[in-house]
Nanobody, 117 residues
Framework: QVHLVESGGGLVQAGGSLRVSCVAS????????MGWYRQAPGKQRELVAT???????NYADSVKGRFTISRDNAKNTVYLQMNSLKPEDTAVYYC???????????WGQGTQVTVSS
């Protein structure tokens, strides 16, 4: 079992910045990649960014150049630095952990990010 706890969401004006964090605990050794997803009201959950245990990153086209995912292995923490935020970035942001077992992944409870225009 892997337990994920997100923090750092909030309200920010368009053009501003915010950083969300995700602390992982439990069977950390089984985690192969972590990522951030988001879900806006009335929309499906979508990928924002992922980072592998080796540090390789992947971003949704909509956030490339604005968002940066990083990880601190010593703290078992993954960050998502969000710059130049837009109202369309408003969503609940969820942390995800993929594991060695195919199809087994874990989710955090989510943190709300609201960008006002």
């Amino acid at each position: 079992q892997v337990h994920l706890v997100e923090s750092g969401g909030g309200l920010v004006q368009a053009g501003g910045s915010l950083r969300v964090s995700c602390v992982a605990s439990g069977r950390i050794f089984s985690v192969t990649a972590m990522g951030w997803y988001r879900q806006a009201p009335g929309k499906q959950r979508e990928l924002v960014a992922t980072i592998t245990s080796g540090g390789s990153t992947n971003y949704a086209d909509s956030v490339k150049g604005r968002f940066t995912i990083s990880r601190d292995n010593a703290k078992n923490t993954v960050y998502l630095q969000m710059n130049s935020l837009k109202p369309e970035d408003t969503a609940v942001y969820y942390c995800n952990a993929e594991t060695l077992l195919p199809g087994v992944n874990y989710w955090g409870q989510g943190t709300q990010v609201t960008v006002s225009s």
